[in-house]
């Protein structure tokens, strides 16, 4: 059938073009409409912005915890380096000397560091700080113009290098130090270190980073000579080699240095390249990352799902305009080119609305991301996250891409539908027909179980990515989806059929028997968040009872020793130790050593404990019980015990044979036993203290635990006020930190988990105005047929909780399985942990009837709003 | 055309540091000249002044009659606040890494070509705190007492290139001089003694990425020691003086790397090693200083002290040295004119430096009048210091006379231009 022209336009004397046609219809028909309305209008803008930022945030966040990582190192080293480092202790002069005479007469400058930890005193005390110690005037020499150390002052200001020099006390501050501190040049400043306290005088703020190096926001420069002093270091704990960038053989030049110091430094110096430290950094974030792209993906279903049920209703709202148009002669393709017209308008607006929310959120969702990046790996300069052109074009995407994908379905339901049926306000016939296919939900679910086999894709870091875990995740939700949509129908007519149930509970399932498209969508949305704000509980829950039966089981002494992480000594002396075994109190210290070595190209941490005293005095979770020494191969040289993600990343177990090289050459540990240990997601390797200590020259260990004999009071004040550089706990204190610690890490967890309840309920309270408001003459009819407001209420209400409750039956059944797929494929794929299933079962269960009672509620509020609206006297006004 | 190893980046923070030293660490080069001796002639103002113990700024003054003891005294000198160790030299390769003079004289890979260097090691120790015991223990990795700067130079004659390298380092793992015997160290550059029956010496350098030598330097003539009892004047300060140890003929051998082209070279070579706490006086505007070797085995050092008038100071100074180490010297006057009469300017700093000289003198072995001439062998051998935004002149040259007499020699020019005399070596 051929569309009429429209009044207006046949009164023009020359007839408008079809875009200008359309122009002018979309400005009588969508900008009255917005002008009417603006509040909807509004409000569908915010939807769509919400969906939009909502990604953009995570990504945004995302990339800022990456890029911040990388760039402390660049900050403080440059970016043409060699990193010379040591498995244990620090360089003395001689080895100093050593590394000079192997780089030789080549152009590259021998740069040591010493890096180390304080925190704020004074006003704001306990803020983190990061030393960095270098030569002020060795680093003149450097051939290369990025290392942020031309710190001196103009000629022929006071003081002169020769004050500089010889004032420990000097030091540069990063800008933000001195912004938050208040801080300008020739102040003093007290920061905490080692336990004691220590003015500083500020000498300057450090210059912005070159080369779009960033200063570390903590960073403060001390002279070399003044930072060992500080930080009371027998050598120094880094060196670097520059090698001038413009060489044209610079690289070849630094791959030859490497493999010279690597040589010369034995198994005791850890070499390496630039490329070598951005995988190194690479490494440590991997797994975190792999988590936060789930999460950002996981976030995009989300804003989808958002975004289609904003456009349905914004379709929903001016039905009755689309009939009326259809009406006056315009054809459905017309018309739905009207509409795509105006939903890139509002899409346009709402993706413009999502890059300020997204980068609104990304700002507060980076914090969480910097403290979960600290609090796992170290210090990050992740505190500001910045639109790019990538994100403009991914918001564009999702908003305007998404807003017509999902207002596609609508529309082209009202389009198409005759204009008397769509004047009627009679229901629209099903559109969404994938949502009806819940043969294919069953299918794809089986698919997921069946690809949890695939192992995981190993990358070139180290890392692993559990392929097989997202696949069944995604095939679970995507099937999960159909399959919950499609037993809406078969749920409600069991239900309805029910005598025993009150009659308008029976009257809202039967309006439930015949649920539109539009009851689908909002199943399957609400079945997709709730699925994903629950698993997240259980992951949480699951984590945390984990954690504290290893902690349990790990903090079993009585009191534990070690080095503070800032301002504090940089391990526990030899001396300590033995005076404390000495204590008539005391009986046992169990010292230990720990650092971290290459070994097959990637890092692990190398222990050393007393290990026949440990297996005395405390108990492990073993995964594999230990075997008899008597079992050790004559050709070992010790036995190790390996913690379960050194077993998952190396492929090796109890019995195997790894070759560590030393400083006193290589030496083959036997694996006796695989245990649990949370406390590293590299890889642990623990062996016999005595034989590390012959292999390694160990200034000092990392931390001891104490045990005191049964009854004895704990002369804890004595042993602090002796030992004020070191930190003493008690297993309380330890463990309360501990849980915190592990708290922090699961942050950005829990924040994804309320965003995931908040869109549930949103998503249902507008989901369900959408259906009623769309379904408002079946509410008159029901009026007509003399059912008082309060029975409507009811079946409304019913109604609604009945569409939350099988979205929430389904989501229960979804949360427990991606909850078991994120413990037992995807964190032991990325990180080699096995974690106890936890269901937090009464949290889940208040969760669960808290958003069928939403449902209920606000099937209720409808009711009410639409009373009014459905007068008699004032028909669909 | 002449390389420079020194990175852009260095020139301004290096110039930084050195000025923030202030104790006249400008024109590093031209420190070396400075044998103020007034040797064997009389003193120039009659009767010698009482030498003071210690300087105004309570560094310890060379006092005459001090014995020397070796090698201890080849050494370092921490106390004092400056000391140096010079050596120039002109080398020939001799071909390829495994031929001989004769042969590789005409050979194909650069056998006779024809080389200058300098190297100069630097110490200067810190201002002396008013309190003793008031500085904190110095950090045996990054020491604040002393500074440490260097200066390396080489001339690639037929190459027409002049390359040149500097360096700034505190006392510490990266740079020390050893007290009881000759052991200096910065970075990869290096001088030590090898052997002290012999004296020899062994020097490390390096004038950029791929250009270094590794020398080997034997004494051929004894040590001289200049000045008065064993301290050379600089000055009508009594505290201006030094202790002054001069080699004046050592034999050099081993190999010269210049852009990656390694070459055997021999050649011969001149040290001095000078201590002092105070230098040169008020009212000079730079000086001319040369040290020249002759084929006939005997050696000058001559330097002339330009005041600001333009009239040379009376502690200037010509000084002949027999190859047994005897000394004639002549002060400015009918024995001893120097005149420029060619110059050259300085492409990179403008500068026109007098680097064509004759030197008017008299013959002590044959009573003679002598006119030696010396002309630059490559024209650009201008230092320019990066360190104290300073430049000078400090080049190799030839020396030949109407009489016969032919050698080689350095020269050294210094406060011409806009750079003007370092006004820390006063």
């Known amino acids: 059938m051929r569309a009429r022209p429209l009044p207006h336009a046949s009164a023009s004397p020359a007839p408008p073009g079809p875009a200008r046609r359309l122009g002018a219809l979309w400005r009588k028909t969508s900008l009255r409409h917005a002008r009417n309305q603006p509040w909807q209008t509004l409000a569908l803008v915010a939807i769509l912005g919400l969906g939009v930022g909502g990604f953009l945030s995570i990504q945004m966040a995302n990339r800022a915890a990456v890029t911040g990582f990388e760039g402390f190192t660049d900050a403080v080293t440059g970016r043409s380096t060699v990193t010379v480092e040591k498995a244990v202790g620090a360089f003395s002069a001689g080895e100093l000397g050593r590394i000079r005479d192997t780089v030789g007469l080549r152009p590259a400058e021998v740069v040591p560091l010493v890096e180390g930890e304080a925190a704020t005193a004074g006003t704001d005390p306990g803020r983190p700080l990061r030393l960095l110690g270098v030569d002020l005037v060795g680093i003149q020499n450097a051939p290369v113009a990025d290392s942020s150390a031309d710190l001196l002052p103009p000629p022929g200001e006071e003081p002169g290098l020769w004050s500089i020099l010889r004032d420990r006390r000097s030091a540069w501050v990063a800008p ?143 039905r009755r305009e689309i009939g009326i148009l259809r009406s006056l002669g315009l054809t459905a393709g017309e018309i739905r080119k009207l509409w795509a017209l105006d939903i890139a308008a509002l899409a346009l607006a709402g993706t413009a609305a999502g890059l300020v929310l997204g980068s609104l959120g990304s700002q507060l969702v980076v914090r969480a991301v910097a403290r979960t990046v600290n609090t796992l790996y170290l210090e990050t300069t992740a505190a500001s996250a910045q639109l790019q052109a990538g994100d403009v074009a991914m918001a564009l995407l999702l908003g305007l891409g998404g807003g017509l994908l999902a207002a596609w379905l609508p529309l082209r339901d009202a389009a198409s539908t005759p204009p008397a049926q769509v004047l009627s306000a009679g229901r629209f016939r099903p559109g969404l027909g994938l949502l009806r296919r819940p043969g294919l939900g069953l299918v794809l679910v089986v698919f997921g179980l069946a690809v949890l086999w695939l192992p995981p894709v190993p990358l070139p870091a180290g890392s692993r990515f559990p392929v097989a875990g997202y696949a069944a995740a995604f095939a679970w939700l ?65 984590f945390e009872s984990t954690v504290v039966r290893w902690l349990n089981v790990r903090f079993q002494a009585d009191v534990y020793l070690s080095a503070p992480d800032a301002g504090g000594q940089p391990g526990v002396p030899f001396a300590t ?98 245990k649990a240990d949370y406390g590293n997601d590299r890889g ?120 939350a409750a099988v979205a929430v039956l389904g989501g229960l059944v979804l949360s427990l399985a991606l909850a078991a797929l994120l413990i037992f494929v995807i964190n032991r794929q990325s990180f080699g942990w096995t974690l106890l299933y936890r269901l937090p079962a009464t949290e889940m269960a208040l969760q669960a009837v808290a958003i069928v009672a939403t449902g209920a509620l606000v099937g209720w509020l409808c009711a009410r709003s639409t009373r009014a609206r459905d007068r008699p006297s004032s028909p669909d006004s | ?90 080398l020939e390769s001799v071909g390829g890494t495994t031929g001989t003079p004769e042969s590789a004289r005409n050979s194909p890979d650069g056998g006779g070509r024809s080389y200058g260097f300098q190297v100069t090691f630097f110490r200067y120790a810190g201002p002396l705190p008013e309190e003793e015991d008031s500085l904190p223990a ?28 500097h360096r700034m380092d505190r ?67 009594p505290a201006a003086r030094s202790y002054y140890l001069t080699f004046p003929r050592l034999e050099v051998a081993g190999t010269l790397t210049v852009h990656g082209k390694e070459r055997i070279v021999s050649g011969s070579a001149w040290m001095d090693h000078e201590v002092s706490s105070q230098q040169l006086g008020d009212d000079l505007a730079g000086w001319d200083w040369t040290a020249i070797q002759l084929e006939d085995g005997r050696s000058l050092k001559a330097y002339i002290l330009r005041r600001e008038d333009g009239t040379p100071s009376p502690f200037s100074r010509l000084v002949w040295i027999g190859p047994d180490g005897s000394q004639t010297a002549f002060r400015p006057g009918p024995d001893f004119q120097w005149t420029g009469i060619d110059s050259w300017t300085s492409p990179h700093t403008g500068t026109s430096y007098p680097s064509t000289v004759r030197i008017d003198t008299r013959d002590p072995a044959t009573g003679q009048p002598v006119s030696l001439r010396l002309h630059p062998r490559l024209d650009d051998q201008e230092v320019r210091d990066p360190l104290a935004d300073n430049a000078y002149y400090e080049g190799a040259c030839s020396v030949s006379s109407p009489s016969g007499l032919r050698g080689l020699a350095y020269l050294e020019l210094v406060g011409y231009g806009p750079h003007g005399l370092p006004g820390g070596l006063r």
Request: proline residues 7%; hydrophobic residues 45%.
């Open chain 1, 684 to 803: 642990l390797l623990e062996t016999d203290l005595r034989a590390l200590r012959s292999w390694f020259d160990i200034p000092f260990y990392t931390n001891a635990v104490i045990h005191t004999e049964p009854g004895a009071p704990i002369p804890l004040e004595t042993w602090r006020a002796r030992e004020t550089g070191l930190q003493f706990l008690r297993q309380g204190e330890l463990r309360a930190t501990a849980l915190r610690i592990f708290g922090e890490t699961f942050t950005i967890a829990q924040a994804i988990q309320v965003l995931g309840l908040g869109v549930a309920f949103a998503g249902l309270a507008l989901a369900l105005l959408t259906i009623i408001r769309e379904d408002a003459a079946s509410l008159r009819t029901l009026r007509c047929l003399g059912l008082d407001e309060r029975r409507i209420a009811k079946v409304l209400a019913t109604e609604g909780a009945g569409l």
């Open chain 1, 176 to 318: 933000e130090v001195a912004r938050r501190e208040g801080l300008s040049p020739g102040e003093t400043w007290t920061i905490r270190a080692r336990g004691e306290e220590h003015a500083l005088t500020v000498r300057g703020v450090l210059p912005p980073g070159e080369g779009g190096v960033s200063v570390p926001p903590n960073l403060v420069v001390l002279d070399l000579a003044a930072a060992r002093s500080l930080l009371d270091r027998g050598g120094v704990d880094r060196v670097e080699i520059l090698v001038d960038p413009e060489l044209p053989d610079a690289e070849a030049l630094r791959r030859i240095l490497a493999e010279e110091l690597a040589g010369v430094g034995g198994g005791a110096w850890q070499v390496l390249l630039p490329g070598q430290q951005q995988a190194a950094g690479a490494q440590m974030t991997a797994a975190f990352r792999l988590n936060l792209l789930i999460l950002s993906l996981i976030a995009l279903l989300v804003g989808l799902y958002l975004i289609a049920l904003g456009m349905d209703a914004a379709v929903v709202k001016r």
């Open chain 1, 577 to 674: 130790v033995e005076w404390l075994e000495a204590q008539p109190e005391v009986r046992a210290v169990l010292p230990s050593a720990r650092f971290p070595v290459p070994l097959e190209g990637r890092t692990v941490l190398l222990a050393g404990a007393r290990y026949p005293d440990l297996l005395e005095e405390e108990e492990f979770l073993w995964i594999e019980e230990p075997l008899p020494l008597s079992a050790q191969p004559a050709d070992a040289d010790s036995f190790a015990v390996v913690n379960e993600t050194f077993r998952y990343r190396f492929g090796k177990g109890q019995g195997d044979r790894v070759t560590l090289t030393t400083p006193a050459g290589p030496r083959t540990l036997w694996i006796r036993a695989v």
């Open chain 1, 478 to 542: 995507i099937g999960g989806t159909l399959l919950v949509a499609g037993i809406v129908r078969p749920v409600a007519r069991a239900l309805a059929g029910r005598r025993s149930l009150p009659p308008a509970l029976r009257h809202g399932f039967q309006r439930l028997r015949a649920a539109s498209s539009r009851h689908r969508l909002a199943v399957a949305g609400l079945f997709v968040a709730t699925g994903m704000a629950l698993s997240m509980g259980i992951m949480v829950g699951s």
């Open chain 2, 171 to 237: 006392e510490g793992w990266n740079a020390a001089a050893a007290t009881d015997t000759l052991a200096v160290r910065h970075g990869p550059w290096s001088l030590a003694l090898a052997d002290p029956e012999t004296e020899r010496m062994e020097l490390v350098f390096s004038t950029g990425p791929d250009s270094h030598a590794r020398l080997t330097l034997t004494p051929q003539q004894p040590l001289v020691v200049f000045g008065e009892d064993g301290t050379s004047r600089k000055g009508s300060d």
């Open chain 2, 138 to 165: 110095a950090d045996p990795l990054a020491g604040d007492r002393q500074i440490f700067s260097t200066h390396v130079a080489l001339a690639d004659i037929d190459g027409g290139q002049f390359l040149q390298a």
């Open chain 2, 1 to 90: 055309m002449m390389t420079s190893p020194v990175s852009p980046h260095q020139p301004s923070r290096l110039r930084r540091t050195l000025r923030h030293l202030g104790t006249g660490a400008l024109a590093l080069g031209t420190m070396a000249m400075g044998t103020f001796a007034a040797t064997a002639s009389p003193g120039a103002s009659g009767e010698p002044p009482a030498v003071p113990a210690r300087t105004d700024d309570g560094f310890p003054v060379p006092q005459p009659g001090t014995a020397f003891s070796f090698p201890r005294d080849h050494g370092s000198h921490p106390d004092y606040r400056i000391e140096w160790w010079y050596l120039t030299g002109h």
